[in-house]
C-alpha cells in the first residue's frame, strides 16, 4: 500500500496546522512512533512556514506527502520567485528568525531543494519511518512482495516536479 496526501494551501498561517494535523492523524492511524511522528509536524511546519514567509507573490502552495513501505516523503511546492538555497546564511545566535533550513536538515533523513527560477521552489523531505508494535502499518506499508522495487515515493525527490500543482480532482483546495 502507498498512502498520498495532496493538498493546495492558501499561503496564509491558518493553512500550516491543517496539513500538519492531517498528515500526524494518518502517520498515527498507522501506528508511526511518537517521536518520528513529532520530527515529521516539525519539519513540514518549517517548509510551510517559509513558503508563507517568502514566496511572494503567490497566492497558493502545494504539500505533498507519499508514505509507502519505510518512509515518508514530503514536497512543498510554491510558484513564488523562486529562493537561492545555497546562498542561505546561518543566523546569528540572537536572532529570532532564520533557523527553519537548520531544523528541516537536523530532522530529515534527507533534504533536497530545488530553485525554479522565477516559477517557485521545491522543498524534498524524506524521513524513514518506525513502528509501534503491532502497528497497522507495519502489514499495510511494509509488504515483502515490492522488495527491491523503488517505489514512487523513494524517487520522488530524484527530479523537480515539472507541474507545481496536480490536476484539478486530484487534490483537496482548502480556502
Do not use: W
Not at 499561503?11 to 491543517?18: E, K
Not at 514566496?55 to 513501505?69: H, I, K, N
Not at 530545488?114 to 502499518?137: Q, T, Y
Amino acid at each position: 500500500m502507498e498512502a498520498t496526501i495532496a493538498l493546495r494551501l492558501p499561503r496564509d498561517a491558518a493553512s500550516v496546522p491543517v496539513i500538519r494535523q492531517l498528515l500526524d492523524a494518518s502517520l498515527r492511524t498507522l501506528g508511526v512512533e511518537p517521536q518520528i511522528r513529532e520530527d515529521i509536524q516539525l519539519m513540514l511546519s518549517e517548509a510551510c512556514s517559509n513558503v508563507i514567509q517568502h514566496a511572494t507573490p503567490s497566492d497558493d502552495y502545494m504539500v505533498s506527502t507519499e508514505l509507502s513501505r519505510d518512509r515518508c516523503t514530503i514536497k512543498v511546492v510554491d510558484t513564488g520567485k523562486g529562493f537561492d538555497f545555497s546562498g542561505a546564511r546561518s543566523p546569528s545566535p540572537t536572532s529570532e528568525h532564520g533557523r527553519g533550513l537548520l531544523i528541516m536538515k537536523a530532522l530529515a533523513d534527507d533534504v533536497r531543494f530545488v530553485n525554479r527560477d522565477e516559477h517557485g521552489s521545491i522543498v524534498c523531505l524524506e524521513k524513514a519511518l518506525r513502528f509501534v508494535e503491532d502497528a497497522p502499518g507495519l502489514s499495510l506499508l511494509l509488504t515483502g512482495e515490492d522488495e527491491g522495487a523503488r517505489t514512487p515515493a523513494e524517487t520522488a525527490c530524484d527530479e523537480p516536479c515539472s507541474a507545481p500543482r496536480p490536476p484539478a480532482g486530484e487534490h483537496i483546495r482548502v480556502r
